[in-house]
Structure formats: structure tokens, C-alpha cells
């Protein structure tokens, strides 16, 4: 008779149930910090998940529960994806704003991912390598969504330092510039949805977006990771640019 490979799982928790966590046993040559990012992964449900739904990351569910709760992926809509890889955000976009046109009867809307790395086609997107910080840069989206954007997301975050509080300020000045070309592409009542970290240094960059969207809303999804300290802002219904540019704007 055959032993039931689960039952080096773990042992009983003592309550009739078997401990079924995955455990990684140390190696030679893996550190630490490496052996429980793995436990971490082999045990996280969304990313089992994401591998049976065919996307690139659990990070697609953070957009999907997003876009559950706020619609701004409709049909017909035009998005940019800032920093778009691996390519979880893009392909949830392609299937909501019907960029394949596969729902008959419906608008067929635009996808325009853009990165500084490589990244692998995805059906119904166009990935693009871009520095977004880069001059003209929102003139070359506009032009490869065919006109303003309905939509710009992010989950871009910066290199770690490794020091929560420089993390903090990165992550915040990235997310800030990831607005201001928001600010240039958006056509008005546009949607701009983008990933921050709880802290104390983004009021400025809050009051921001509050002077240039009709609404908006910090949330945090089911898919992010209850230890992590991201949460997402979602800025609806832009009010459009103003005469003055981008300053007037910035306040």
C-alpha cells in the first residue's frame, strides 16, 4: 500500500486536521530571508491561482479586485500600464476593456504597457519599451493609444533600500511622477490607479490628486499581502487639464 504523500505535510495539529502548510527545508547556500520568501510563494493561494488562470503574477488579482469594486476597465476604454512588467495588470485590462474584441456587441478598447525592461508579448496589448520620465514621453503614449488615455495604472514600487522610510519616500516620488503623466494623458473624467506604502510622507502627494479628481479612495485589496504596508490609491473622474499646465495643477 502506497504512503499518502501528504502526510509528511506536517503533523496533526491536534484538532482531527493535518497541518498541510508546504515547509522548505534549509539548504546549503539559501539563505534565510530566501527559504521563507519560497515558503511564502509555495503557500500563498493567490499565486497557485494565478498559475491555474494563466496570469504572469498574483499581482493580477490586486487590479481585478480594484476594478470589481471602482468599473473603470469598461469596455471600449483606453489604458496604460507605467512599468507593466511581468504583464499581470495588461492582460486583465486586455480581457475587461475588450482589447480583443472577443465580446461581440461591445467596444473594443486599446492597451498600451510600457517599461524599462523587456518584456513577453501579450495578445490584445502593446508593450512598449519607455522610460515614462522621459521628455515626450506622453505625447508617445498618446500616440500609440490613439488618443488620451480613459485609464493609467501602476504597480511600479522602487528599488528596496531595505530602510522603510527611504522605501516610503521613493515609492512616493515615483507614484508622484507616475501622476504628473496621468495629469498630461487623461482625458477628462479619466481614472488613475496606482500602488503606495502606508506611511507619513504622502499627504502632499494625496492633497494632489484630490485638487485634480472628483474622488478619491486609498484601499487595499484582498490579494495585497496583509504584512505589507502597500495600499492603492484610486482617483476618479478627472477633472481635466487646466489652462495653466501642470503647475497649476501640482499646486
Request: hydrophobic share 40%.
Amino acid at each position: 500500500m502506497s504512503k499518502d504523500p501528504g502526510s509528511r505535510a506536517g503533523k496533526s495539529s491536534g484538532r482531527g486536521q493535518r497541518d498541510l502548510r508546504v515547509r522548505v527545508k534549509t539548504a546549503k547556500g539559501r539563505k534565510l530571508s530566501s527559504k521563507l520568501w519560497l515558503e511564502r510563494q509555495l503557500n500563498d493561494p493567490y499565486v497557485a491561482r494565478a498559475k491555474r488562470e494563466g496570469y504572469r503574477g498574483r499581482a493580477a488579482f490586486k487590479i481585478l479586485e480594484l476594478d470589481d469594486k471602482y468599473r473603470f476597465l469598461v469596455p471600449g476604454a483606453r489604458v496604460v500600464d507605467l512599468g507593466c512588467a511581468p504583464g499581470g495588470w495588461c492582460q486583465v485590462a486586455v480581457a475587461r476593456v475588450n482589447a480583443l474584441g472577443e465580446k461581440s456587441g461591445k467596444a473594443v478598447g486599446r492597451v498600451v504597457g510600457v517599461d524599462l525592461q523587456e518584456v513577453d508579448p501579450i495578445a490584445g496589448a502593446e508593450i512598449h519599451l519607455l522610460d515614462f520620465l522621459s521628455e515626450g514621453a506622453d505625447e508617445k503614449v498618446k500616440d500609440w493609444l490613439g488618443g488620451p488615455a480613459d485609464v493609467v495604472m501602476s504597480d511600479m514600487a522602487a528599488a528596496s533600500s531595505g530602510h522603510k522610510g527611504t522605501d516610503h519616500l521613493r515609492i512616493v516620488a515615483l507614484v508622484d511622477a507616475a501622476a504628473a503623466l496621468a495629469f498630461d494623458v487623461l482625458e477628462p473624467g479619466g481614472t488613475f490607479v496606482a500602488k503606495v506604502l502606508a506611511g507619513g510622507a504622502e499627504n502632499e502627494m494625496q492633497a494632489m490628486l484630490k485638487r485634480n479628481f472628483e474622488r478619491v479612495a486609498n484601499v487595499k485589496p484582498p490579494a495585497s499581502r496583509s504584512d505589507s504596508s502597500e495600499k492603492f490609491v484610486v482617483a476618479t473622474g478627472f477633472r481635466g487639464r487646466p489652462a495653466g499646465g501642470a503647475e497649476d495643477q501640482r499646486g
